[in-house]
């Protein structure tokens, strides 16, 4: 028959005497207690250490990923990039040229008079360069019908060189006879631009006055 054991009995000042199994439990609680102590001074700390790194691996990761993507499909830019350059290049030079300019700026005049518009007003102003093109403002008024104007854009249109015009300030209005009243001719007055390519020669001057312009800011 096992003995019990009294606790109140102990004296904590004669651990050493105390009997076996109270000895054993004594340095099991003890050991459960270092642990537990270990593990909120230390083992605690580095799991909150391994959460923000994992966190941290898991954005670095998907960053890759990312990065990844757009460096696999960097060549391919690339190549498309080439090709719209090639085929802006191309478009250029259906442009009218530096010498070809006059003569478009007549055709023009010449295409409305054709359609039986009245020129009024038509005077070109000084060219403005642009990175790798110019362009040409005309104030003009004209005067014609419908039809007239119609003809006259068709007229354009069939011209030998490529024609980009860009309208500015247009009104467009009938003209009103000596009563008033308005009547089926119009009036169209206000700005448009015309473009041309610029040749390398002139590339180069229009970026040394750029830079020159940027530098003396």
Known sequence: MSKSIDLKSLDFNDAGNWPTPIKAAATAIIAMLVLLLAWQLII?????????????????????????????????????????????????????????MPDLIVDISQTALASGISNDLFQPGAEVAREFYAEKPIALRMTGSYHQFGAFVSGVASLPRVVIMTMHDISLKPLQDKSGAASDTLVLAGTVKTYRYLDEEEVEEAAKAADAKAGGR
Do not use: C, F, H, W
């Open 44 to 100: 605690s700390d580095k799991s909150d250490v391994l959460a923000s790194l994992k966190i941290k691996e898991t954005g670095l990761r998907s960053d890759y990923e990312v990065k990844q993507a757009r460096a696999s499909n960097l060549e391919p830019l690339k190549e498309q990039l080439a090709q719209m350059e090639t085929m802006l290049q191309q478009m250029l030079r259906q442009l009218p040229s530096r010498t070809e």
